[in-house]
């Protein structure tokens, strides 16, 4: 990472004149108007890398924290809820390595990870919804699982900052990760669960 930052700062560097003595002599060779043009377009470059950088340190940090989320979550492993993963692991044949997380330190279910994905579950899921609710966000997040939405979004992210310049990208990626979480919506449904248990779980979590 650090031998990437040098070489970063290095580039840009490179786009400005090369001693001190050229400096002069180059904005002389040059109008009023293409002295601004020329600051402009490398204040926009400077801008333009230095959101890329921190996309790509923020990229970072949250796969690094992968390792402390794997070392602070209790995994389940001999648990009805397990069971379920497992029943449906089968079901929709699935080659991931599906485990599960009980914690009392989020308020909300969530997915991470790719090869071996976790699904964290709120110990208030568990404590205060009935098996069919509790089962229906199991599915939701499975959803996730089945359609890769892990690395989705790593996707997604890497999208924003590479084209950060560009509306229509925010637009579409905004659009996407809308799209994904109806998809998984619909999902649930799909493997008949009753529309009033899955509305009533939703309506469990956001409280």
Known sequence: MAQWLISLVSFLFYLLPQNEKAIPAYFLSLNVETIASTIA???LLLIYFGFLVFKCIQQIVMLSGFRNLMSSLDVHQQTAHHDLIKKWNRKLK?????RLCISEKYDSAFTFGFLRPIIVLPVSIITTL???QI???LLH????????DFLVNIFLELSEAMFSFNPFVWKITREIKVLRELACDEFVMQQGTASTTYADA???LAL
Do not use: G, T, W
């Open 141 to 148: 997040e499975i959803a996730h699982i089945k359609n890769k």
């Open 130 to 132: 009935p098996p069919a």
């Open 135 to 137: 089962e229906s966000i």
């Open 94 to 98: 699935l080659r991931s390595d599906m």
């Open 41 to 43: 377009f490398k204040l």
């Open 202 to 204: 939703l309506y469990q």
